[in-house]
Nanobody
Framework: QVQLVESGGGLVQAGGSLRLSCAAS????????MGWFRQAPGKEREFVAGINWTGEFTDYADSVKGRFTISRDNAKNTVYLQMNSLKPEDTAVYYCAARSRGPVTTREGGYDYWGQGTQVTVSP
């Protein structure tokens, strides 16, 4: 069982930056694939970024490539999402997710554990 707690969301102006953190419980964190998803009002939840257990492989949605960076610190049981050059269309609730088996996937159903989410609002 893994519990995930996101933090770092908030209100920022367009062009600004935020860093989200996701703290995980459990001694097996280092073996999990981790992902970030987001859900904007009136839209379905979508994949943002994923990272394998070593941190050597990452994947990003086209809409955030070159602006967002996912990373992890297995010693701290934490995964991060650095978000730069933020746009109003990045406004959403951001969720951290953990996948116990298999490679990084963009499929929401491929993740076993989810955090409660943190709100990110980007003003024009």
């Amino acid at each position: 069982q893994v519990q995930l707690v996101e933090s770092g969301g908030g209100l920022v102006q367009a062009g600004g930056s935020l860093r989200l953190s996701c703290a995980a419980s459990g001694r097996t964190f280092s073996s999990y694939v981790m992902g970030w998803f987001r859900q904007a009002p009136g839209k379905e939840r979508e994949f943002v970024a994923g990272i394998n257990w070593t941190g050597e492989f990452t994947d990003y949605a086209d809409s955030v490539k070159g602006r967002f960076t996912i990373s992890r610190d297995n010693a701290k049981n934490t995964v991060y999402l650095q978000m730069n050059s933020l746009k109003p269309e990045d406004t959403a609730v951001y969720y951290c997710a953990a996948r116990s088996r298999g490679p990084v996937t963009t499929r929401e159903g491929g993740y076993d554990y989810w955090g409660q989410g943190t709100q990110v609002t980007v003003s024009p």
